[in-house]
């Protein structure tokens, strides 16, 4: 079973920029995408975004297009998330998940099945 760890997450002001990294251990399978997801207490997990392993096609959330980046280093076996000009709301534990088949645009944690353990992201002054 393939083991997923994140990394990254901090506190930062409005404003600022983290990178959060998502890296699988262990016995790996072919996993077809990654995704972020995040969560706060009270409200449903939600898809930050997604990437395709084989041809780097990525999804995001309308709330943080033109704010997150998605990467992937295959050779790493590893995802990265480039968060950039943070605002409060994006507070939230942010997991990694890798799914075994993906469809473009299923950015959604019911499609994926191999889950991190998250890392917290904090945004406040």
């Known amino acids: 079973q393939a083991l997923l760890v994140e990394s990254g997450g901090d506190l930062v002001q409005p404003g600022g920029s983290l990178r959060l990294a998502c890296t699988a251990s262990g016995i790996t399978l072919d996993y077809d995408a990654v995704g972020w997801f995040r969560q706060v207490p009270g409200k449903e997990r939600e898809g930050v975004s997604c990437?395709?392993?084989?041809?780097?096609?990525?999804t995001y959330a309308d709330s943080v297009k033109g704010r997150f980046t998605i990467s992937r280093d295959n050779a790493k076996g590893t995802v990265y998330l480039q968060m950039n000009s943070l605002k409060p709301e994006d507070t939230a534990i942010y997991s990694c998940?890798?799914?075994?088949?993906?469809?473009?645009?299923?950015?959604?944690?019911?499609?994926?099945?191999?889950w991190g353990q998250g890392t917290l992201v904090a945004v406040s002054s």
């Open positions: 998940a890798a799914a075994i088949t993906y469809a473009v645009g299923h950015c959604h944690p019911d499609y994926f099945e191999t």
């Open positions: 990437i395709s392993v084989g041809d780097a096609d990525t």
